[in-house]
């Protein structure tokens, strides 16, 4: 069966416009990858499977970044997070590698195989030059996966880095979204974008995240309560939370500015429902495709806060929307959000008009 986007449904988030894509790839020439890893099934054995993991990679250009970074800023809304390469970027405001998104404990060997990469590309590293900053961020799986498995290995991380392209980004239970969970349905990858009005510059601002977080009974689309009208049994018990978003914008800013514009991130995933639990690692990557920096006007600044908001709330919806469910070790199930009663729902609520009839 085929799943829509939100937009394909006739909801709209926010006021701003989207772009051509709806995606991180309409900023510059931002490139995604994906590697997804499903294998075995049946009960849980440590080591071996079932598999249910992936990564995804996030290529701000097409370049050799470690030559050329681009200035970048994180944002931790909730530190209950195993991701490396933050403090870097914290302290010098650049981003030198692609950034690299897995599950929680093949964070180290996705790392390594980032510094790999990034080593076949620049023989200078560690001899006549710096070393290397590996950017990774986690969400853990281990509901569906085999965690201790770590199963995401160095050729799975050339692999979605070299096949990261433009264009449409696929979305849903691939990637790092493989076994994630989202308010109690099968999480995943979702990206949304805006664009600033001509007046405001004309900027780009294009989001994606990896989902898995919250509890049913709090999801929020469009304002409607949709998580607690939704007539379904008892959802699953999910251990952690966590949410990783990365935003590409193409504004002229430098790294405190673009720092600002990622802090408003969470605002867009509290249109959704969330709140940023105890075991939740929350984190925002920013980056900026354009290297000349000047003083931004509080206006643009302004509209760049509305789009960042935006296009995370409509990213985290379509990871919802896109994603499939699945089953992993040891029977756990992972429904989809069941869209038909969903959208009859929203247009109960006159969020959609005329009623929605999703292709199938």
Known sequence: MYRPRVRETGLQIGSLPCGPLNAITDVGEVRVGHVSLLEGEGPLIPGKGPIRTGVTAILPHPGNIYREPVTAAVHVFNGFAKATGLIQIEELGELETPILITSTLNVPRVADGLISWVLRE????????PTVNPVV??????????????????????AAIEGAKGGLVEEGTVGAGVGTACYGFKGGVG?????????AGGFR???????N?????????????VGRLLSQREPPIVQGGSVVIVLATDAFLDPTSLKRV???????????GWTGGYRSGD?????????AMEKVDPEVLNHLFRAAEEATEEAVLNSLFRATTLVGRDGHLLE????????????????????PNPRT
């Open 122 to 129: 620049n023989r200078e590293i560690g001899i006549s030059g």
């Open 137 to 158: 961020a986690e969400c853990h799986d281990g509901y569906l996966n085999d965690a201790q498995g770590r199963h995401v290995r160095e050729e799975h991380v050339f």
């Open 191 to 199: 990206t949304s974008s805006r664009l600033l009005p001509e007046e």
């Open 205 to 211: 601002v294009g989001v994606l995240v990896v989902t």
């Open 213 to 225: 977080m919250g509890r049913r009974e709090d999801l929020l689309i469009a304002g409607v309560p």
């Open 262 to 272: 990622a802090r408003r991130c969470p605002i867009g995933l509290a249109r959704t």
């Open 283 to 291: 984190l925002v990557i920013a980056f900026t495709t354009t290297r």
């Open 336 to 355: 989809a959000l069941p869209l038909e009663e969903t959208l009859a729902l929203l247009h109960q609520a006159g969020r959609l008009s005329p009623p």
